[in-house]
């Protein structure tokens, strides 16, 4: 899979132009283009005409800054600066510029909210078919996600999102040094198996793992793989273990109520990894 055009979106408050230079490795993938956006929220009665004219002139003056600097680079760069619903109008550019890949900020939530209603992260995950970084520059404890192609952990489920995951990661082999493939095994998928049963389900689950891995060395991609028990919790520990820089995952998209109700997995990785999250639907 190509990466030659991303959307960074950004509020200018967890995304400024250090996150968006730490993406700088994908030109050596083909990356040559870069469309910044930034929404400015309609909101009746929270902004005057005049405030969001000074909004609007405060991210052109940085998008201008931000531009010269990739031009210099030998990138090409556009910019839309918009008012509106911050979700419509991603999934509007997204479609627009044909992108191959939107990075986007992971948006904080109460526990209540998190019940109650999606987050804009959640509602642009749920409706995007786009390949999406939830990119995380600086996490909640003060670390710097930098260099995060270059060892990434890939959660692997071997449903055709995930399939396509790993597609992703292999095209990104010029810049990988070690790829994390990690399975976790549900308790419900090994209840009532008996003993027996567990280890003939790890022996599998293990072949498959280690096939895989000796086929991304054939790719020249040096693989470990990994197996647990448990749910989405292991595959964060998974990632502190091995000092992953990024988590890969495929994703399906749910209504709302299954979001919350159902769980994902891919959109919980989103929200609570400390690292930045790929989700490829």
């Given at each position: 899979?190509?990466?030659?055009?991303?959307?960074?979106?950004?509020?200018?408050?967890?995304?400024?132009?250090?996150?968006?230079?730490?993406?700088?490795?994908?030109?050596?993938?083909?990356?040559?283009?870069?469309?910044?956006?930034?929404?400015?929220?309609?909101?009746?009665?929270?902004?005057?005409?005049?405030?969001?004219?000074?909004?609007?002139?405060?991210?052109?003056?940085?998008?201008?800054?931000?531009?010269?600097?990739?031009?210099?680079?030998?990138?090409?760069?556009?910019?839309?600066?918009?008012?509106?619903?911050?979700?419509?109008?991603?999934?509007?550019?997204?479609?627009?510029?044909?992108?191959?890949?939107?990075?986007?900020?992971?948006?904080?939530?109460?526990?209540?909210?998190?019940?109650?209603?999606?987050?804009?992260?959640?509602?642009?995950?749920?409706?995007?078919?786009?390949?999406?970084?939830?990119?995380?520059?600086?996490?909640?404890?003060?670390?710097v996600n930098e260099g995060l192609f270059e060892r990434p952990l890939l959660a692997m489920d071997w449903s055709p999102p995930a399939g396509r995951a790993l597609d992703f990661l292999v095209g990104l082999k010029g810049i990988?040094?070690?790829?994390?493939?990690?399975?976790?095994?549900?308790?419900?998928?090994?209840?009532?198996?008996?003993?027996?049963?567990?280890?003939?389900?790890?022996?599998?689950?293990?072949?498959?793992?280690?096939?895989?891995?000796?086929?991304?060395?054939?790719?020249?991609?040096?693989?470990?793989?990994?197996?647990?028990?448990?749910?989405?919790?292991?595959?964060?520990?998974?990632?502190?273990?091995?000092?992953?820089?990024?988590?890969?995952?495929?994703?399906?998209?749910?209504?709302?109520?299954?979001?919350?109700?159902?769980?994902?997995?891919?959109?919980?990785?989103?929200?609570?990894?400390?690292?930045?999250?790929?989700?490829?639907?």
């Open positions: 899979m190509e990466v030659r055009k991303m959307l960074f979106v950004t509020d200018f408050e967890g995304l400024w132009f250090d996150a968006l230079k730490s993406l700088m490795g994908l030109r050596s993938v083909g990356l040559d283009h870069v469309v910044l956006l930034h929404v400015i929220e309609r909101k009746i009665g929270y902004y005057t005409k005049e405030e969001k004219e000074r909004l609007r002139a405060m991210a052109e003056v940085r998008f201008v800054d931000w531009a010269q600097s990739l031009y210099e680079e030998g990138m090409e760069c556009g910019s839309y600066i918009v008012v509106g619903d911050t979700v419509r109008k991603m999934l509007e550019t997204t479609e627009d510029e044909e992108v191959d890949i939107v990075v986007i900020n992971r948006q904080k939530r109460s526990r209540m909210e998190k019940l109650y209603i999606d987050s804009k992260t959640l509602e642009f995950l749920r409706k995007t078919p786009a390949k999406v970084l939830v990119h995380k520059y600086q996490s909640d404890s003060g670390r990988i040094k070690k790829l994390q493939v990690v399975q976790v095994v549900t308790e419900k998928e090994a209840e009532g198996l008996g003993k027996r049963g567990l280890q003939r389900m790890e022996r599998e689950h293990r072949k498959k793992l280690y096939e895989l891995c000796n086929s991304l060395k054939d790719e020249g991609i040096e693989a470990e793989a990994h197996l647990y028990l448990g749910d989405v919790a292991q595959i964060q520990n998974a990632a502190r273990e091995y000092e992953a820089t990024m988590i890969a995952t495929g994703t399906t998209r749910k209504s709302s109520w299954q979001a919350r109700w159902l769980r994902s997995i891919s959109q919980e990785l989103a929200e609570q990894s400390e690292l930045p999250t790929l989700l490829v639907p």
